[in-house]
């Protein structure tokens, strides 16, 4: 599906680069101040959920400077996001070669510019092309060694493509480097994956003492725990969720953890949330019925062996 994804991408490419050859003039100085404008605000709309007024903004930053290699960055990333959202939308296909071809564009105008191998890194392992967001990855971290985001979905596409074991040790070079609770948790995964459940259980305590908020880093605590029998302390690492209904996915993860410690009464009400409710973690119904379609809803009186 990528490969056809990019053989389109390709003919709109050819498009763009007459285009791009058409207006090879730098834009005025004056124009400099006014496409730095037209960046934010396209941002602030699109943070905002205004993409009509984020992309007629970003659209309007290559009108003013078509060499603008950052700007072809932003909007294939854009576009790429909103195809995303509306994936079953018949145009889904063409709005990614269409933001794919102005990712490329970015790399063509500017081969140093790490946040479009970022953003093409990030793309590519969303559609599952592993290896292409492998090298992507790889070369924005070349870039910019200390960028975080590009070091966590690295170790994810690592993960997927490699698996635990050979992650783990690709990934070891980057270890000094993972500074945010987020990264650190997600590296104690991968040593949790690894079987190196010491390691993780360190991890994600040293996580918690500094951020005790870290919800990742206390679910996989408890798990980690659990796998190890140590029920008493996977307890403590469950109470946080326990009388927090904010916590959707918590709960969820705590209700499994209770059930397969044979406390069935709360295990199973945890677990039952999810159907009843949306969570502020989840804003979109359809993230939340994606989360509870992943898990079969119990029938009949699972309490009394039913």
């Not at 124009?31 to 404008?37: L, R």
């Not at 959920?49 to 290699?69: N, S």
Request: net charge negative; glycine share 6%.
């Amino acid at each position: 599906m990528f490969k056809r994804l990019v053989a389109l991408w390709k003919q709109v490419q050819e498009v763009q680069t007459e285009a791009l050859e058409s207006k090879s003039q730098p834009p005025a100085p004056e124009d400099a101040a006014a496409v730095a404008a037209l960046k934010a605000q396209a941002q602030s709309c699109a943070r905002l959920g205004d993409w009509a007024g984020a992309e007629r903004c970003f659209r309007e930053v290559l009108d003013r400077a078509p060499q603008d290699a950052d700007g072809h960055a932003l909007l294939g990333h854009f576009l790429y996001t909103r195809a995303h959202a509306e994936r079953d939308a018949p145009a889904f296909r063409s709005q990614q070669a269409e933001a794919l071809a102005y990712l490329h564009a970015a790399v063509r105008l500017d081969p140093d510019l790490y946040q479009a191998h970022y953003h093409l890194g990030y793309w590519a392992r969303v559609e599952d092309a592993q290896e292409e967001a492998e090298l992507h990855l790889e070369r924005c971290l070349l870039l910019a060694p200390e960028y975080e985001p590009a070091m966590l979905e690295l170790l994810y596409a690592l993960l997927e493509k490699d698996g635990p074991t050979a992650a783990r040790a690709r990934l070891e070079s980057y270890a000094s480097r993972m500074r945010t609770p987020e990264l650190k948790v997600a590296w104690a995964w991968v040593l949790q994956c690894a079987g190196e459940d010491e390691q993780a259980l360190a991890m994600y305590k040293a996580v918690l003492a500094e951020n005790p908020g870290a919800v990742d880093a206390a679910l996989q605590q408890g798990v980690v725990q659990l796998r190890r029998l140590e029920i008493s302390e996977a307890l403590v690492s469950l109470d946080r969720f326990r009388q927090r209904p904010d916590q959707l996915r918590g709960q969820l993860v705590a209700g499994y953890m209770l059930l397969a410690m044979g406390c069935l009464q709360e295990g199973f009400r945890l677990y039952e949330r999810r159907f009843s409710m949306l969570s502020g973690e989840y804003k979109s119904l359809t993230d939340f019925m994606r989360l509870c379609g992943a898990h079969n809803r119990w029938t009949g009186d699972p309490l009394a062996g039913r």
